[in-house]
Each structure stands twice: as C-alpha cells, then as structure tokens.
C-alpha cells in the first residue's frame, strides 16, 4: 500500500457552470478543441459519451512531455455536478497507484466554483506528489471557461 494523496483546487467560473460539466460529462472530445495546447485528443473507447462504465482515452502535453491517458467513468451526477474518472492504463497509473479524478461544480456565496480534485497512493515518498497535474487541470479550467465566456 502507498502512501495517500488528495490534491484540489477551486476556480471561480465566469461561463454558466452547466457548461463545465456538459463539456466533461458528455462532450469530453471538445476539450482538445477548446485547449489544444494542454489536451491533443479524447478518444470514446467504449460505450456512450455520459455514461457510467464508459472508457475513454485522453492525450495530453504537461510540460513539454506527451502523456495518455485511459480512464473509466466511474459516477456521474446531474444534479450535484459531478462526475469521477478513475484511470486504468497510461501514465500515470505507471507511477502511481488508484488515480481518479472529480470534477464538482458548486456554489458558495453566489460564485459559481469548478473544483477539481485528484487522488492516488505513491509508492514511496521518492515519488513526486502531482502538484504539476493539478495545475495543468486548472489550465485546461481557466481555457474552457475563457472560450465561454469570449
């Protein structure tokens, strides 16, 4: 067993928070449209954009290097904005152990908030903790909710 992280982060939307998880929920393929410099392709593997149990594959740049990325969706919810990724093959899961990221939009004080959390065990505190991920998602974030808002 690993050692245990949780990464998050919180940015305030300016775009209409249905977009954020209507874009990740059921149109992931526009992201690479959206933000091509952070995110080349996302490619259907199996069943239906938006729905629990579908695989998908992501193809990404962080830092200059390419990465993939092949995640099963593992919940959505409608009404709370939600939607959780879990990866099963490609970079990351090469390194770390039981990667999943959750996607939640929420409101507080009538500011509309994308959150982004990510979670995964290292193997040894040798490992880096995924703080170079983390702020990738927040530029794909801040991309998607300037193209919505432009």
């Avoid at 067993?1 to 982060?9: C, D, Q, T, Y």
């Avoid at 009404?79 to 999943?100: A, R």
Wanted: charged fraction near 25%; aromatic fraction near 8%; charge should be negative.
């Amino acid at each position: 067993m690993g050692l245990k992280s949780v990464l998050s982060a919180k940015i305030e939307m300016k775009a209409n928070k249905n977009v954020f998880h209507d874009i990740f929920t059921n149109k992931s393929h526009h992201v690479s449209t959206i933000s091509p410099l952070h995110v080349q392709g996302c490619e259907l593997l199996e069943g239906v954009f938006g729905t629990v149990g579908s695989k998908i594959c992501w193809t990404y740049t962080v830092e200059g290097e390419k990465k993939i990325s092949k995640q099963v969706v593992e919940a959505i919810d409608h009404e709370t904005k939600m939607l959780t990724l879990k990866e099963f093959e490609g970079d990351l899961v090469n390194i770390y152990d039981n990667f999943k990221s959750t996607l939640h939009i929420e409101t507080k004080y009538e500011i509309d908030l994308i959150s982004w959390t990510i979670e995964y065990e290292r193997p040894n505190e040798n490992v880096p903790e995924l703080v170079n991920l983390l702020d990738f998602i927040i530029g794909v974030a801040k991309a998607i909710d300037d193209h919505h808002v432009n």
